[in-house]
């Protein structure tokens, strides 16, 4: 069974900057497209970041320049760097494979505010 277990979360002021990470089991993320995903309190779920198995990113246009998705294989962990936070940003994240959708992990809540 494949298990996501999301942290680094926590609240922030504007401007700040937080790492999430996404610790994998059940599956083995390096031949796979991984993404990061958000939910906003009274919105639904949305697409935040994905990274694929060659490395190469995309990025919601929310977030583009101020968002670092990465991964280690070795660690089988997804990483989402965040900068320049925004009261915008605020939700819980969660990660999950790209291709094939699995039972999503607890997230981690992220909270901007002053």
């Known amino acids: 069974q494949v298990q996501f277990v999301e942290s680094g979360g926590g609240l922030v002021q504007p401007g700040g900057s937080l790492r999430l990470s996404c610790a994998v089991s059940?599956?083995?993320?390096?031949?796979?497209?991984m993404g990061w995903y958000r939910q906003a309190p009274g919105k639904q779920r949305e697409f935040v970041a994905l990274?694929?198995?060659?490395?190469?990113?995309d990025y919601a246009d929310s977030v583009k320049g101020r968002f670092t998705i990465s991964r280690d294989n070795a660690k089988n962990t997804v990483y989402l760097q965040m900068t320049d936070l925004k009261s915008e940003d605020t939700a819980v994240y969660y990660c999950n494979q790209w291709t094939t959708l699995s039972p999503w992990g607890q997230g981690t809540q992220v909270t901007i505010s002053a």
């Open positions: 990274i694929t198995s060659s490395v190469s990113t």
């Open positions: 059940g599956t083995i993320i390096s031949p796979q497209a």
